[in-house]
Antibody, heavy 123, light 111 residues
Framework: EVQLLESGGGLVQPGGSLRLSCAAS????????MSWVRQAPGEGLEWVSA????????YYADSVKGRFTISRDNSKSTLYLQMNTLRAEDTAVYYC????????????????WGQGTLVTVSS | QSALTQPASVSGSPGQSITISCTGT?????????VSWYQQHPGKAPKLIIY???DRPSGVSSRFSGSKSGNTASLTISGLQAEDEADYYC???????????FGGGTKLTVL
């Protein structure tokens, strides 16, 4: 059974940093692109970032470009999201998401979601 | 990049059919066949119900179907059941940002 388990969320002050992790199991992690998607309280979904199976390319939403960095450690089957210079508008549940393909791109969708981890940016 | 456009809410009675539209542009829905749909119950993670416009993952009821015409994709749910009450999101790849985008979500109420 495919499982994605996020961790690392919590309360952080504006301007602070946080690193999210996503531990994957039940599939060959190194064969698939992965993404982070977030959902602000009471709001819709926003695709934050995506990374290819071999970390060769990564992609970011304009809202987080230059502040967030996606990475992966295939030896540990773990996906990461380093979030710097956090703002109140970054407050959201962050979901780890699996792509059915090697490369993130025009044929991508999300075939499995984690349960999410809540990030709250507030003073 | 603006979100895809969905109606905020739709409703139907048990047994009826409903359709949720998702309107984009020639930079996303109109140019790619990677439209997907997700169902989200309150407090839960989204769940994939349609991918590549019309395909259903194994285990998803055949009451769910998808289609696309031009820049607009649609999700149809036939034989509405109480358990279908949830939020539904469409998604597509967009060459505007080289990342996926979602619709604003549609709340389905089963009367």
């Amino acid at each position: 059974e495919v499982q994605l388990l996020e961790s690392g969320g919590g309360l952080v002050q504006p301007g602070g940093s946080l690193r999210l992790s996503c531990a994957a199991s039940g599939f060959t992690f190194s064969n698939y692109a992965m993404s982070w998607v977030r959902q602000a309280p009471g709001e819709g979904l926003e695709w934050v970032s995506a990374i290819n199976y071999n970390a060769g390319n990564s992609y970011y939403a304009d809202s987080v470009k230059g502040r967030f960095t996606i990475s992966r450690d295939n030896s540990k089957s773990t996906l990461y999201l380093q979030m710097n210079t956090l703002r109140a508008e970054d407050t959201a549940v962050y979901y780890c998401a699996k792509d059915p393909q090697y490369y993130y791109g025009s044929g991508s969708w999300i075939d499995c979601w984690g349960q999410g981890t809540l990030v709250t940016v507030s003073s | 990049q603006s979100a895809l456009t969905q109606p905020a809410s739709v409703s139907g009675s048990p047994g009826q059919s409903i359709t949720i539209s998702c309107t984009g542009t020639s930079s996303d829905i109109g140019d790619y066949n990677s439209v997907s749909w997700y169902q989200q119950h309150p407090g839960k993670a989204p769940k994939l119900i349609i991918y590549k416009v019309t395909d259903r993952p194994s285990g998803v009821s055949s009451r769910f179907s998808g289609s696309k015409s031009g820049n607009t994709a649609s999700l149809t749910i036939s034989g509405l059941q109480a358990e279908d009450e949830a939020d539904y999101y469409c998604s597509s790849y967009t060459r505007s940002s080289f990342l996926g985008i979602f619709g604003g979500g549609t709340k389905l109420t089963v009367l």
